[in-house]
């Protein structure tokens, strides 16, 4: 019987620490919000729980630090003390770099810290919005530094599709985020600058489903990804540059009335497109 | 029992006609095409059909007109004169601007044409594609003219909520060109935009909800799309250039690492996006 602490009971650490309970684990929670606490064991998603850590946190295998990025740092400086040698760290930020490297030189040496990425956030925050279903079929990715041991990367592996995981990869840091620079964050730039490109209440009763799907992830929680943003921003504002350049290309076209050059780009993205077709 | 010519048997002619059958109206197809005549009697689409019009037009007492919008001023002048006087035209091209008046000057007079737009497309063209199920909930826009009679305007009110459509609503050409421009067609060349930004294939495999979302509509009929964007162009170049202003301005806090700012955008687009659900 596996012994895993969850250290931020969020909507991310709380759905981890429901799926752990169906799976069978001894699950301690830490969460510096007395009420989410309380919530957590009422709802018997964690065995224990408390606001600091220090009376569970020795007894754990595995750590999931379920905490916003910036948090990492001080958490594991304050509290690693704690932990019994060859405990395994996971943390699961969204983007890593700027982060992984720099916690691994605060880190005991007798500990193992793991960066993972399991792709199935939720719009929500916040504990109330936790479901153990939401790792069924979804990407997981390792992001495994120099210093990782094969050892951690396989057990990492096996726990992901113990979750329910499908598709499970080992990127590195820069893959990694530029990756994520594309595929989610230029993505929720687009649909935050869109839905900020002028006042349109007025045109809620004639929306269809065009508007409605690239605006979907318009609402997003601002303290999270601001901060995420920021730690991948030279990625990111490249990624921007590239849109722009594109969208200045078709912009061009059109000023133009360049019919040929339009009916290009239309191919083009519907054979690209198609292949994202699941 | 009323009688309706439906000109043009795409997705979007042939799924009238599918449904103005399940109503009871007398439907006559035409289409240049030989074989799509054929597959619409075969499957019961339409009574009768021909490639010309010239045997069954004067019987029609609505005539729809489901042509791309560069076909319908020649098809007009080429057989307008085969319609008994009082017959209704109804043309459904994307964007109203540059075609609607240029159509009443060519009209003969004791005939009516009335703009609508049934915003129901579909990805895929063709009669293969059509489906009498578009219209249940959609919106359905009425978009006269001053010289269009009041009884007209109703008539088709009523035609619209008997084919199924929610919304039925009267814009003036100005208003639903701006309003498409940027509920559609905006979003059309973003997503086209992203897709084309940078060759991606090999993301396909971490790609989530966001990335799908933003791009399903990147998947476009070139032909008709080019078509439509250069008649709509003065007003869809200024709704990019809004669009990528608001972008820049993002990108700048962003450069900046200016959390705050950050913030209140993502506030405003999530307080702005919370009113478009259903």
Known sequence: MKTIGIVGLGVMGASFAMRCKQLG????????????????????????????????????DMVLLALYPKQLKSWIE?????????TLLLEISGVKSNISKELQNILRP?????????????????????DPKIFENANFII??????????VV?????????GCKNIGVLSVEEHDRMI???????????????????????????????????RIAKINEDMWSELFVLN???????????????????????????????KEFIQSTDRRKKFDQ
């Open 143 to 152: 992001i495994p530094l120099e210093n990782n041991s094969t050892k951690a």
């Open 155 to 163: 057990a990492i592996s096996a726990f992901a599709k113990e979750l």
């Open 233 to 263: 921003k030279e990625i990111l504002l490249d990624e921007i540059d590239q849109f722009m350049a594109s969208i200045q290309n078709f912009r061009t076209l059109l000023q133009n009335e360049d019919i040929d050059g339009m009916k």
């Open 25 to 60: 684990y001894i699950v301690y929670g830490i969460d510096i919000d007395h009420e989410t606490i309380e919530y957590a064991l009422d709802h018997d998603m964690i065995d224990e729980g408390d606001t600091k850590g220090d009376g569970s946190l020795w007894k754990c």
């Open 110 to 130: 007798d500990l193992e810290l793991l960066s993972i990425h399991p792709m199935c956030g939720r719009e929500s925050r916040g504990i109330r919005f936790a």
């Open 181 to 215: 620079g594309f595929l989610s964050q230029l993505t929720h730039v687009i649909a935050v600058s869109l839905m900020n490109t002028h006042e349109n209440a007025h045109l809620v009763e004639y929306t269809g489903d065009s508007f409605r799907d690239l605006t």
């Open 78 to 86: 304050q509290n690693q003390k704690e932990l019994k040698p060859g």
